[in-house]
């Protein structure tokens, strides 16, 4: 059993057929958990769609329309580069409260993990990369509008620039927003997060990680936030088919580690999301997402309070 709660739909599949974005990866991460018992069925929670209100503390009125009656035009297919069913709405929408309850699990358990979301290439009036709806936006709007937090930081560890989230979070100075990625990879337009750590292309572990944890200890200590929504991209990943870095699964589980260590010293809970993985073998993808959650439970067992963890 672990010490926190796993989020996840059956209807998370985005129903994209042959696509590069392995959708059926949510259901082999929750199934794998549970056969390799590392989760039991009664640590997950099922998540309810988001509310319309919700998605539209993010978005567009406009772009909400466009989804639900499925009138988006060409390029806004083109530019979402996977093909539009009212079954991705419902997913996108589930993602979303999906990740809302991640983030409520995290304020009362210390971790939460939405084993789908991430969702970060989303932007208010448009999709983008195969993002429809900003799940991590939706949640963090969603806990400020409850009261239950004032201030969150992101920290994004796909290997793609965090577009939408700098877009969205940009002029809100109660969001801090750490995006690492590839610099010479997609998105073309990078709006400006609040770090941006660019990393040369094959960047390895040891640069990779050099880079990151110093940035995010520094981030939290200076923000203090309430709350941390950590976008666990697996593409970061060396034999990734749209990624150009060279992490090893290694590298990829200790970035979690530390990421999450960072947080839970200074009592600060962690609200987990997937993000992207493209590996050659979808095993790879799954693996290193199941990491994320291993990552969650050491840490969480190692720090048994997060509360009582010294802040430093
Ligand atoms: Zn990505």
Not at 28 to 44: K, N, R, Y
Not at 91 to 117: E, M, Y
Not at 192 to 208: C, G, Q, W
Not at 239 to 264: H, I, N, P, Y
Request: net charge negative; aromatic share 8%.
């Amino acid at each position: 059993m672990l010490p926190f709660k796993l989020v996840y739909h059956e209807r998370y599949d985005l129903n994209l057929g042959p696509h590069v974005f392995p959708s059926q990866k949510f259901r082999l991460i929750a199934e794998q958990l549970l056969c390799e018992g590392i989760a039991a069925a009664t640590d997950f929670l099922r998540p309810h769609q988001a509310s319309d209100e919700d998605i539209l503390r993010v978005h567009t009125p406009e772009w909400v329309r466009k989804l639900k009656t499925g009138t988006l035009t060409a390029s806004e297919v083109m530019k979402l580069e996977v093909p539009y069913s009212p079954e991705l709405v419902e997913a996108v929408w589930l993602a979303a409260g999906g990740t809302i309850l991640a983030g409520q699990s995290a304020l009362r358990d210390g971790f939460g993990a939405n084993l789908s979301g991430g969702f970060h290439h989303a932007y208010p009036n448009h999709g983008e990369g195969f993002c429809a709806v900003h799940d991590v936006g939706v949640a963090i709007r969603r806990l400020q509008a409850d009261g239950a937090i004032r201030k969150a930081i992101v920290v994004d560890t796909d290997v793609h620039h965090g577009n939408g989230t700098a877009a969205i979070f940009r002029d809100d100075p109660s969001v801090f927003t750490i995006s690492i990625h590839q610099e010479n990879n997609y998105p073309a337009d990078k709006p400006p997060s609040s770090i941006d750590l660019n990393m040369m292309d094959r960047a390895d572990d040891d640069e990779y990680l050099g880079a990151l944890i110093p940035a995010v200890h520094r981030a939290l200590h200076e923000f203090q936030p309430d709350i941390a929504f950590y976008v666990g991209g697996a593409d970061p990943f060396c034999e990734d088919q749209l990624g150009g870095l060279s992490l090893t699964k290694k590298g990829l589980l200790e970035r979690d580690r530390k990421v999450f260590e960072e947080a839970r010293r200074r009592g600060v809970p962690v609200a987990t999301t997937l993000a992207g993985g493209y590996a050659r073998n979808v095993e790879d993808t799954v693996r290193i997402h199941m990491n994320t959650i291993l990552a969650a439970r050491d840490i969480a067992l190692a720090f048994p309070s997060a509360n009582a963890a010294t802040k430093r």
